[in-house]
């Protein structure tokens, strides 16, 4: 089998070093583990990431996810995609609620442990304050998705078996009305490349296959 190029995209409140724990399971592929803009533009987002996705797998966990599907939709042509978790707009628009009250009350650290869970660290910021991670949150807060564009790749959603129900059900709902092909991961909640980066591996390197 050759070697595959990955795409790995971070999502809000972590840089491109959240990738660390996953990096070594795919050390036989092309990866490169980009440090996004941060612009709070969906539309700027996906044409800094485009020449970097074109012919690429794109792999995305949170916003990194939603600007995989962001991409999918687009007329950037990926060799496939593996999502994790994506926000999922109008669809379950309640999904990001409890984000939304810890960042106002507790700002940048409040909302990555509302999302992220204990594993997530002020480090893994990398610097960025509260005016990034607002700008972040409006954009992933007002995404929308919308069907796969024909051409693209397999383009899978992931969730973690042990995340809770409203993660399912915001799978199940791109599911349903979009069409995505959708798996569930044995364990690793939401920070699934941090906390269980070899299952997230292997579902990885399966879709590659």
């Known amino acids: 089998r050759g070697m595959a190029t990955i ?4 999502g809000a409140a972590t ?11 795919l050390d036989d592929h092309d990866v490169t ?5 941060r612009t709070g533009d969906l539309v700027a987002e996906v044409e800094w990431l485009a020449p970097y996705a074109e012919n690429a797998w794109v792999v995305g966990v949170s916003g990194g996810a939603t600007l995989g ?10 060799a496939g995609a593996v999502l994790h978790e994506p926000a999922v707009g109008s669809l379950l628009p309640e999904l990001l609620a409890p984000m939304r009250a810890a960042f106002a ?3 940048t650290h409040g909302f990555a442990r509302a999302l992220y869970g204990p594993t997530w660290t002020p480090a893994m910021a ?34 973690s078996a042990d995340s809770p129900p409203i993660r399912h059900q915001s799978v199940a709902a791109l ?3 979009w069409g995505y092909e959708t798996t ?10 941090q906390d269980a980066p070899a299952a997230f591996a292997d579902a990885i390197l399966h879709v590659l296959r």
């Open 69 to 78: 599907l962001a991409l999918a939709a687009s007329s950037v042509v990926m």
């Open 175 to 177: 599911a349903d009305t």
């Open 15 to 25: 840089t491109s070093s959240v990738w660390d724990r996953l990096l070594p399971y």
């Open 7 to 10: 795409l790995l995209i971070h």
């Open 105 to 107: 009350a507790e700002g």
């Open 33 to 37: 583990a980009v440090e996004r803009p």
């Open 184 to 193: 569930t991961l044995p364990n690793g909640g939401h920070f699934v490349q």
């Open 126 to 159: 990398g610097g960025f304050g509260d005016d990034v991670t607002a700008r972040e949150l409006a954009m992933f807060g007002a995404f929308e998705p919308a069907a796969v564009r024909p051409g693209q790749g397999r383009v899978v959603v992931t969730v």
